[in-house]
């Protein structure tokens, strides 16, 4: 998605207690960042921030990292997620937003930081052949995030893209995930909403009669 340049984002991040400026230094020990033990959870693509916002002050008990490459969408993301806890009356200790790039997620993140959940949300479907390989739920990329996750947990992944949802199934299956629930109507469904806020992207596609896909998978154990 590509966003117009804001010019205070830089220097709103730079003073943001929940942006984590030199990610690097936490690799293998993100609950020192927190400062205690909760289960860390991972947004690839958080964009806007709506989303982690949400999860954040739904779940106290759960840490977040948020991981995008532009920081001008980081910018954003921060405005949101303060007035969502503003609105809560509860302060922001929860999430960790961070500016990278999602192919070198292994340079950040340690195996054992032991994420247990990783969501992907309406990310590029890049359409055309030559551009596949981008995907946020590529093959590369299911590998990648194979190694980061503990065994037995999640990727949960939603997407408004027929070709993409169908295409990342067959991703998954070939990348030796199993699938453990697969939605292509995500709104008309039972699954608790608390499960899967809704994001930017969601209210809008939604509002357009456009069917939300949504699944998740689990890693395949040996």
Not at 5 to 14: H, N, R, V
Not at 51 to 60: N, R, S
Not at 187 to 204: A, C, G, L, Q, V
Request: aromatic content about 10%; glycine content about 6%.
């Amino acid at each position: 998605m590509r966003i117009r340049k804001k010019k205070w984002a830089e220097p709103e991040l730079s003073v943001c207690d929940f942006f984590a400026a030199e990610p690097k230094e936490y690799r293998g020990k993100w609950n020192t960042y927190f400062g205690n033990d909760k289960p860390i959870m991972l947004e690839v693509g958080c964009g806007k921030g709506s989303f982690v916002g949400q999860m954040a002050l739904l779940h106290p008990e759960i840490n977040f990292l948020a991981v995008d490459i532009k920081l001008d969408m980081l910018g954003v993301g921060r405005r949101n997620i303060v007035k969502l806890f503003e609105n809560s009356g509860r302060e922001i200790d929860n999430i960790a937003l961070i500016r990278y790039n999602v192919d070198m997620l292994g340079d950040i993140i340690a195996p054992e930081d032991n994420i247990s959940r990783i969501y992907i949300n309406f990310c590029n479907p890049w359409p055309k052949p030559k551009h596949k390989k981008r995907r946020l739920t590529y093959p590369t990329k299911l590998r990648m995030y194979r190694e980061l996750l503990t065994g037995g947990d999640e990727i949960h992944f939603k997407t408004d893209d027929d070709q993409l949802f169908s295409e990342s199934i067959e991703y998954f299956k070939q990348e030796n995930y199993n699938i453990t629930k697969i939605c292509r109507d995500l709104h008309s469904s039972d699954i608790d909403p608390d499960t899967t806020p809704m994001t930017e992207h969601e209210k809008m596609f939604s509002s357009e009669g456009i069917k939300i896909k949504y699944l998740t998978a689990t890693v395949k154990q040996p």
